[in-house]
């Protein structure tokens, strides 16, 4: 358990200490998925149910949950974000969307975890949006893109 640096030598889960770290630019790109019925994907890609826009809305919760990631994962920093993205785009025939999210700060620890929340957070409120539709839809594949920043350096996900 010493590589895990949210674990203290005790064995009690901590916040890290970052107020040694230098501050850097840092940037984190994440993905995910969420597939759904025919009807469900016209009724997205219409942008207009009873709810409103569901891709818009869907958006707009992603920064949102970007805002409030330190208020979901308990060890988290809270961290002045300095911009964040979420795009939501067909995947045409496979009846699914991407969902993709992109977080910058310039601080002492990575927006990683902002990434994969925003994510998170924007397939959840795609899902609530269109479950009077279909409520059997799948919320898939979040994960780490990339990431830039640093001590430990810049990551791209392998290709696979």
Partial sequence: MSDLTHIGSDGRARMVDVSDKSETTRVAIAHGFIRMSEDAFRAAI???TKKGDPIAISELAGIMAAKKTSDLIPLCHP???????????PLGSEREFEVIARVKTSGKTGVE?????????????LYDM???VDKSMQIYGIELLEKSGG??????KPSE
């Fill in 46 to 48: 219409g942008r207009d």
């Fill in 130 to 132: 269109l479950k009077a």
């Fill in 113 to 125: 975890m902002e990434a994969l929340t925003a994510v998170s957070g924007a397939c959840l409120t």
């Fill in 79 to 89: 961290l002045p974000l300095s911009g964040v993205r979420v795009e939501i785009q």
């Fill in 151 to 156: 001590k430990s350096g810049d990551y791209r």
